[in-house]
Each structure stands twice: as structure tokens, then as C-alpha cells.
DNA sequence: CAGTGGTCTAGACCACTAC
DNA sequence: TAGTGGTCTAGACCACTGT
């Protein structure tokens, strides 16, 4: 049933069997799945590393514990939205769409203070400021506006922004993206906001700022952005 | 260091130990935290416990680990939104704001196709509708539509609804909230809500739609909120 | 009562990092 | 090479659930 000596752990295949065994049927959604006592004889493991398969699988929604009852399977999600954080670039290809660019402006310059405040720097260093226009199929969907230190990133090239900046913080420079604080509110477009969108005035907006950390919980993006009301609804996916 | 007989799980005393050595200084951001085996030695307890103290450590975003180099303080977090999923009660007392209800309209009625199908129910079965202005410090916030299924609520009554709902399921149900889905949009207020909520067109708000999953991942809530923009920001913490 | 998940022990080997 | 976190074992006692 598992491979001991295979390099993946033993807790994620067993996750692996329990996931494709549930997704099978056979385990309904309300079923007690067997005891862990009883997981441990069938894989040929320990209690512990049964546990923490499950934990694993209790942590993502897939399965529930009561005390003294058993382990269950949970009913599955109605919908599945992109888990967590995501970029522009991500979020639009999941929902099936082209995602594009327009560059407006890519500069260093002193960040003001409420920006070095969130990214927790001085004011005398230096943060790259990125002015994007982000189309969706062709068609305009935001304003988004990035400030970066350039102490984290100072290879940073104008080409990294053509894609993902996610994919270039997370492969290329090989850091890892914990989560981000995000602050939205609606608010009516300005005129040259409503301009740039090729919206007419009076438009609402959806206005998303977020300060996203490493996993040292460093600072390492404020992104503020706008989007167009009718093109675009942030779902999102939180826990109690 | 820790009490084997305390009715308090250990691993619970060693985070809490390790909290306040933290936010005491003792070990400040980017510094390590003693080895897993040196922990082990100054409480006298097994490795397989300080792990899952330092686990839930990491997950809460106080720690990070590195392979092979050690454990190491996270940087403080620059701000503490409430983490989750919470009330409007919930949120606005975290604001230091005093929530208070106008109940427009408590009844029951056979949900719509929409509702059903978010709360994964038949059409013949009843719902709970309840819309109610909120105020934050006597000053109307947002119009909230909420749907529950009755046969999970049997007992409902009008006065839970002056408190917390969640509390109500919680405390009074006994039941466990696990999370929602949750879709955000900006919009321009409709005359009626306008005139709700004391405002003139036109007038930016904040739409957002909750499907709220017990643990067992039942819907037990679809809540369809529309907030003042000028008054309301939406804050949320999100990982990668 | 027997069975369940929650907690805990005292070891072990591994891959990785730093010197 | 020594130290670190990652994984794993084979037991144990507890509180809680259902019969």
C-alpha cells in the first residue's frame, strides 16, 4: 500500500490513497473513514504518521474530527476559488481569460511614508515603482500600481513584469511568499481612472490594497489597485 | 518550565512560553529560537511535543523553519486585521465601534433557485430570511440579507438576532463554523438602498456575498451585505 | 463497556547547512 | 563533522462517545 522507502513521505501517500479513495466514493460525504488504529494496520505505519496525514487533510477542509466518534468525510465544496493569494496574472488564467499588460511607468524613487511605513523601510531607500494597466482578453480591467524594495529585488529588469511577478520573486529570486494583508473598499472612479478604463463617469470601483510578506514575514510588495466594477469579482476563500 | 498535571495540554504551555519570550525580546525578529532538542532538554519533554508547539507557531506566522539551519522569529506583523471570518458584530466591536440591528423583516420562505443551490438544498425547503439595516455607532453601515435553512435552525428566534448570529450557532447551536466563500464587488447603490442607508446617488457600495460551511462543509448561511463605501473597508488576512 | 481521537514518550535515521 | 529540521516507530494514558 506504501512504498517505504520511496522519497515522497509516507504521510503524503497516504493522503494521496485517502484522497483518491474519498473522491472514488468510497467514502460518502458523512462517512466515518476507518480508525486510525485501523489505518495503521492497513498501511503497515505508526499512529503518528497516520495522524498526520489526516491533520493534513482535516486542515484542508477534506475531512473533520470528532472526539470519541471518529473521522469524517466533509460534503464536498460547492465551489473551489483560488485558494489564497494570487497575482493578476494567476487569478485571470484561472478564471479562463488571456491576461495582458500595458506598462505606463517603471522607476526608482523615494517611497513616501505612508508606502515605507508598510514596507517597513526608511524613506531614503529606494523602491521601484510599477504602473500597469492589466487587460483581461483584451479588454481593460485595472489600474494597478506596485511598489517594491529595491534592496529585496536589485536585479529587477522590466521584463520580469511582463509575466507573473510572483513566478519572478518565487523562482528567480528564490524567495517564499507567505501571505499579505489586504485592505478593500468601493469607491467611484476618478476621472483619469475612468479614462484609462474607458469607463464613462459615475463608475464604481473596486479598490484593493495589499502588503504581502516573506515567509521571514518581511515586506516585500504594496500593490494598489483598481478595477473595473463590472468586469471583476474578488472571491476569496477564509477561515473561522 | 511545565506542568505535566495542568489540565493544559504541554505543547499549549510551551507556545505560550515561547510567545512571551518572544514579545518580551528575548529572541527578536530574525533571530533563532533554541534547537527542537535544546527545547526538548529546558522543558523536559519528548521532541514530537516542541514540535507541534513550534508547528502551530509557524502556521500562526510568529516562526519560520530552514532546513538544516534552524528556527527562526518571524518580523512582526505591521498590523493585526481580525484573522478570519467574523460577524458584523464581531468586526464592528473590533473597530471599537457599537454595532446595533434594525430588523426590517424576519420570516420564513421557500428559497429561490440561487439560494437553494448555495445552501444545497431542495427549493421545497424552507429558509429563514432576515434583512436588517447595521448601524456602528448609530450611523446606518450596511443592508444585510441572510438566508439559513430552518431545519438546521429549528429553534431560532427573533432575539438571537440582536446578538451575534455566530454566536448563536456557536454557543447556542453547538454547532463549528469552518469557513465561507466569500465574493466582493463595487457597485453604485440602488435608489431603495440609497435612501436605507442615508446617502445620495450617486453613491458607491460594497457587495459582498457569504456562503458560510460548518465543519462538516454544510452551508449553513448565504448573507448578501451591501455597505457604505465611504464607511466601510474590508480588511483580510490571506496566505499564499 | 469497547472504541475513538488527543496527547505524550524516548528513541531512530535522513537530508540539509555551516564550518 | 556537528547540528538542524523532517520523518518515523511502537508503544502509552487520557477524556470522550455510544451501547
Known amino acids: 500500500m506504501v512504498d517505504k522507502q520511496s522519497p515522497i513521505p509516507i504521510y503524503a501517500q497516504i ?3 485517502l484522497k483518491n479513495q474519498i473522491s472514488e466514493g468510497k467514502f460518502p460525504p458523512g462517512a466515518a473513514i476507518p480508525s486510525e488504529r485501523e489505518l495503521t494496520e492497513t498501511f503497515g505505519v505508526s499512529r503518528m504518521t497516520v ?3 489526516i491533520t493534513n ?4 477542509g477534506l475531512l473533520y474530527r470528532e472526539k470519541g466518534r471518529g473521522t469524517f468525510v466533509a460534503a464536498p465544496k460547492v465551489e473551489q476559488p483560488l485558494s489564497g493569494m494570487t497575482s493578476f ?3 485571470m488564467l484561472s478564471r479562463g481569460m488571456a491576461p495582458s499588460n500595458q506598462l505606463v511607468k517603471f522607476e526608482k524613487r523615494q517611497p513616501d511614508k505612508g508606502i515605507a511605513e508598510q514596507l517597513q523601510i526608511m524613506e531614503s531607500d529606494e523602491v521601484y515603482f510599477v504602473e500597469r494597466i492589466r487587460y483581461a482578453d483584451n479588454i481593460p480591467m485595472a489600474i494597478e500600481r506596485t511598489y517594491l524594495p529595491v534592496k529585496l529585488f536589485p536585479e529587477l529588469r522590466e521584463e520580469a513584469l511582463k509575466e507573473s511577478l510572483y ?7 528564490q524567495l517564499k511568499i507567505a501571505g499579505a494583508v489586504q485592505r ?3 469607491s467611484l472612479a476618478k ?9 464613462e463617469a459615475p463608475f464604481a470601483v473596486l479598490v484593493i490594497e495589499r502588503v504581502s510578506r516573506l ?3 518581511v515586506p516585500f510588495e504594496v500593490v494598489r489597485s483598481t478595477y473595473r466594477a463590472d468586469r471583476y469579482k474578488f472571491t476569496s476563500e477564509i477561515q473561522r
Do not use: I, P
Open 215 to 217: 515567509d521571514n514575514q
Open 57 to 60: 487533510l482535516v486542515n484542508e
Open 89 to 91: 496574472t494567476e487569478d
Open 15 to 17: 493522503e494521496e490513497q
Open 51 to 53: 495522524r498526520q496525514s
Open 191 to 199: 476621472k483619469e481612472e475612468a479614462e484609462l478604463l474607458h469607463v
Open 167 to 173: 513566478k519572478y520573486v518565487e523562482q528567480t529570486a
Open 184 to 186: 478593500m473598499e468601493a
